[in-house]
């Protein structure tokens, strides 16, 4: 028994005639007899009571009829899931994001998704910088949305640029070094310095330490939250300064905070949506498209210069 041989008796039980359904399935009469005989023998059953005036559906076949309807048309939203998953049009996609780095974009790329495929499960996690990469790992993301400095020595991973973006340094706007340009190197080296936590967030930990051992001295880390808007809270609040990515930063930092461009290119960062390199999940190109158009979005209201869509790395196997 197949699919043509029930779409076969369906023709034939909603005409009651044999030729109709024939001229209807583009066969001969003696093929769709051929058919449904076939079908009765599978089943063994009557399906028609024949004569040669009338052709009516036995008691059988009248049970039979609305089964076979049924499979045929679970047959076809299996078929379309399929093939809707397949294109990446259904299926389910499983993305990652930072606690506060994608905030200022992650509601209009996430609008904008659903609105244009319906069919797609998109769920949502927010991990920290270490959870993160081990779900990209391990398989469990289909996408990451990280900064690119996360991702250096992970294997089999990776990223396409969304943006560039430059470090800085933040403090008060009360602060006595906050008017300044530019900050001299010696102007920072005895101040406070407040930093995530290494425990939830080891790459911006090392970073910020690196970035300050380049400029020739070891930052003093006074305190170290576990959170982005707890550690802006602290450095508002006067208890040290930081050093934070101007554009992913910005948008949703206090106003009585200050912003001082670091120089050099150890101080360039990207923000990156990531996959493992062996994710063949269709939905995975729709998404960044999207996520693309939400950036340009983005980047036109803050000012940020286009970035390179063909911008796209793998790490090191």
Not at 272 to 288: E, M, Q, Y
């Amino acid at each position: 028994m197949d699919i043509r041989q029930l779409e076969i008796f369906v023709c034939v039980a909603e005409r009651l005639n044999f030729t109709e359904a024939a001229k209807h399935l583009y066969l001969t009469q003696s093929a769709v007899s051929l058919q449904i005989a076939d079908l009765e023998k599978q089943l063994d059953v009557k399906l028609f009571a024949r004569n040669s005036h009338s052709v009516q559906l036995t008691a059988a076949g009248q049970v039979f009829v609305k089964e076979a309807k049924f499979i045929i048309t679970t047959s076809e939203e299996a078929i379309k899931r399929t093939r809707y998953t397949a294109s990446g049009f259904g299926g389910t996609l499983r993305v990652g994001f930072l606690e506060s780095h994608t905030k200022h974009f992650l509601p209009k790329l996430v609008k904008d998704f659903r609105h244009s495929y319906p069919k797609i499960k998109l769920l949502l996690t927010q991990l920290s910088w270490g959870d993160l990469n081990l779900a990209l790992e391990r398989g469990d993301l289909d996408i990451g949305l990280t900064m690119s400095v996360s991702l250096q020595n992970i294997p089999k991973v990776a990223w396409q640029t969304l943006y560039q973006d430059v470090e800085c340094f933040v403090m008060p706007y009360d602060h006595p070094l906050a008017n300044q340009p530019q900050l001299d190197l010696t102007a920072v080296a005895r101040e406070p310095f407040v930093v995530l936590n290494r425990e939830v967030a080891p790459c911006p930990y090392d970073f910020t330490l690196r970035l300050c051992v380049n400029r020739g001295f070891t930052p003093n880390f006074v305190e170290r939250p576990f959170l982005t808007e707890i550690l802006l809270t602290l450095v508002e609040s006067g208890e040290g300064i930081a050093i934070l990515p101007y554009f992913t930063t910005k948008p949703y930092a206090s106003p009585s905070l200050r912003f001082i461009k670091l120089e050099g290119d150890d101080a360039q960062v990207e923000m990156v949506a990531s996959w493992k390199r062996t994710n063949r999940n269709p939905a995975i190109p729709l998404f960044l498209n999207k996520a693309r158009g939400a950036i340009q979005f983005f980047q036109n209201s803050m000012g940020l210069p286009p970035s390179n869509d063909s911008n796209e790395h793998l790490s090191s196997i």
